[in-house]
T-cell receptor
Framework: NAGVTQTPKFRILKIGQSMTLQCAQD?????MYWYRQDPGMGLKLIYY???????DKGEVPNGYNVSRSTTEDFPLRLELAAPSQTSVYFC??????????FGNGTRLTVT | KNEVEQSPQNLTAQEGEFITINCSYS?????LHWLQQHPGGGIVSLFM???GKKKHGRLIATINIQEKHSSLHITASHPRDSAVYIC???????????FGPGTRLSVLP
């Protein structure tokens, strides 16, 4: 199993540009999550999904959108990028109170 | 809302020392997780526990549900243990996680 695969690893965006962060898992996990990690801060939940077709907002959803058309994929869309979205983004998955499995992260800089 | 605190924030140890990192939370949970993040690296799950104690190699995790407190111990620490250790709690059977701010550990040779 590849686990959780995130792409890209690094990206630089200009203010106002848009992009999609890809996340895929091959463990048949029903729960998937997007987190952002700012320097010196804990992980903050952006969006999560409990299964295909079901998504919900987390703590910091503004400026982001998600979709979950399949169990495997959970892309995160950034519209109109702002400097405040400069962060490291992690995708994770789990199954009903199982340990979290994280992707390797995407380091995003908005200038 | 569940708050998760960790102590210490930063910890420097000499190789071979016994290390303890603490985590406390404010609301009842279904499980507590310990995670490890190496500098510039991804995040790996070390333990998930809801009661008692778990051991994996030189790492030991304990939890006291009544006191809402958990500890992560590292025996015979090694420079490769240098990382940020993150405590997280979950409830609603994995639908919600709250993360602590992390403890940055440096083990010097």
């Amino acid at each position: 199993n590849a686990g959780v695969t995130q792409t890209p690893k690094f990206r630089i965006l200009k203010i106002g540009q848009s992009m999609t962060l890809q996340c895929a898992q091959d463990m048949n996990h029903n729960y998937m999550y997007w987190y952002r990690q700012d320097p010196g801060m804990g992980l903050k939940l952006i969006y999560y999904s409990v299964g295909a077709g079901i998504t919900d907002k987390g703590e910091v959803p503004n400026g982001y959108n998600v979709s979950r058309s399949t169990t495997e994929d959970f892309p995160l869309r950034l519209e109109l990028a702002a400097p405040s979205q400069t962060s490291v983004y992690f995708c994770a998955s789990s199954y009903r109170d199982s340990p979290l499995h994280f992707g390797n992260g995407t380091r995003l800089t908005v200038t | 809302k569940n708050e998760v605190e960790q102590s210490p924030q930063n910890l420097t140890a000499q190789e071979g020392e016994f290390i303890t990192i603490n985590c406390s939370y404010s609301v009842g949970i279904s499980a507590l997780h310990w995670l490890q993040q190496h500098p510039g690296g991804g995040i790996v799950s070390l333990f998930m526990l809801s009661s008692g104690k778990k051991k994996h190699g030189r790492l030991i995790a304990t939890i006291n549900i009544q006191e809402k407190h958990s500890s992560l111990h590292i025996t015979a620490s090694h420079p490769r243990d240098s990382a940020v250790y993150i405590c997280a709690v979950s409830w609603d059977y994995g639908q919600n996680f709250v993360f602590g701010p992390g403890t940055r550990l440096s083990v010097l040779p």
